[in-house]
């Protein structure tokens, strides 16, 4: 009989569940009393000593239970990403020297309201990003490509120093639910709609005060100075 995983049931609180877009809930509320009505049965069955019937129904239950949960973790997963309907502005970053090499980076979120720091070592910052793409009918219903910022983190110029010296990265989404991404990966006959999935990033120069602006399309990411400090940090790279 198949089981839910307890590392699944511990991610799927009340509170998530109705984050979730309604059409997943009443999928999910549907697949689930159709399951507990067969377990009805099946109790039904067992009392009338009619063990086949009620194995059955059992065996049914719990698969669209299993399935209810599934989808759900599933769904949990997919929130973490954001839609790419045409170029965004999905982050903005400003940076700070603190001493050589090392910089305070303030990552702004592409609507402004989230922020978070990071102390980043080197001479470059890099951001990585998550995108998958849909097959139709998928994306012609409608359901636009998706990406999560994944990391951010420190490169040094030359090569050697980025050989030895210490680097820096840090984590930018948190992974909920069934990771849609390592499923596609192993098992690509389980998501047959998902078209491609690739990494996309974008690198510059740090600089004291160098504001960056980085957008994506269904191309990838790209990175663009805002200010003097930022267009002056990439006119003498090299």
């Given at each position: 009989?198949?089981?839910?995983?307890?590392?699944?049931?511990?991610?799927?609180?009340?509170?998530?569940?109705?984050?979730?877009?309604?059409?997943?809930?009443?999928?999910?509320?549907?697949?689930?009393?159709?399951?507990?009505?067969?377990?009805?049965?099946?109790?039904?069955?067992?009392?009338?000593?009619?063990?086949?019937?009620?194995?059955?129904?059992?065996?049914?239950?719990?698969?669209?239970?299993?399935?209810?949960?599934?989808?759900?973790?599933?769904?949990?997963?997919?929130?973490?990403?954001?839609?790419?309907?045409?170029?965004?502005?999905?982050?903005e970053i400003v940076f700070k020297q603190l001493r050589s090499q090392h910089y305070?980076?303030?990552?702004y979120s592409g609507d402004g309201y989230q922020k978070a720091e990071y102390i980043?070592?080197?001479?470059?910052?890099?951001?990585?990003?998550?995108?998958?793409?849909?097959?139709?009918?998928?994306?012609?219903?409608?359901?636009?490509?998706?990406?999560?910022?994944?990391?951010?983190?420190?490169?040094?110029?030359?090569?050697?120093?980025?050989?030895?010296?210490s680097r820096t990265v840090y984590s930018l989404s948190e992974n909920r639910g069934?990771?849609?991404?390592?499923?596609?990966?192993?098992?690509?006959?389980?998501?047959?709609?998902?078209?491609?999935?690739?990494?996309?990033?974008?690198?510059?120069?740090?600089?004291?005060?160098?504001?960056?602006?980085?957008?994506?399309?269904?191309?990838?990411?790209?990175?663009?100075?805002?200010?003097?400090?930022?267009?002056?940090?990439?006119?003498?790279?090299?």
């Amino acid at each position: 009989m198949p089981e839910i995983s307890p590392e699944i049931i511990s991610i799927i609180s009340l509170e998530t569940i109705l984050q979730l877009p309604l059409a997943v809930n009443v999928i999910a509320i549907l697949i689930v009393l159709t399951g507990l009505l067969l377990a009805v049965k099946s109790l039904s069955r067992l009392r009338q000593k009619r063990l086949l019937s009620a194995g059955i129904y059992c065996s049914f239950s719990s698969v669209l239970l299993v399935l209810a949960v599934a989808l759900i973790a599933l769904s949990m997963n997919l929130y973490t990403y954001h839609r790419i309907s045409h170029e965004q502005d999905v982050a903005e970053i400003v940076f700070k020297q603190l001493r050589s090499q090392h910089y305070l980076a303030t990552v702004y979120s592409g609507d402004g309201y989230q922020k978070a720091e990071y102390i980043i070592k080197g001479d470059e910052w890099q951001l990585d990003a998550r995108i998958i793409k849909w097959k139709p009918p998928i994306y012609l219903a409608g359901l636009d490509s998706l990406y999560r910022l994944e990391r951010i983190s420190g490169r040094y110029r030359d090569v050697e120093e980025e050989k030895t010296e210490s680097r820096t990265v840090y984590s930018l989404s948190e992974n909920r639910g069934l990771d849609i991404w390592s499923i596609t990966k192993n098992h690509p006959s389980w998501l047959p709609w998902v078209d491609a999935y690739y990494g996309s990033a974008t690198y510059l120069p740090m600089n004291d005060g160098a504001r960056f602006k980085i957008t994506l399309s269904q191309t990838g990411l790209l990175a663009r100075p805002v200010n003097e400090a930022g267009k002056e940090s990439i006119q003498f790279w090299d």
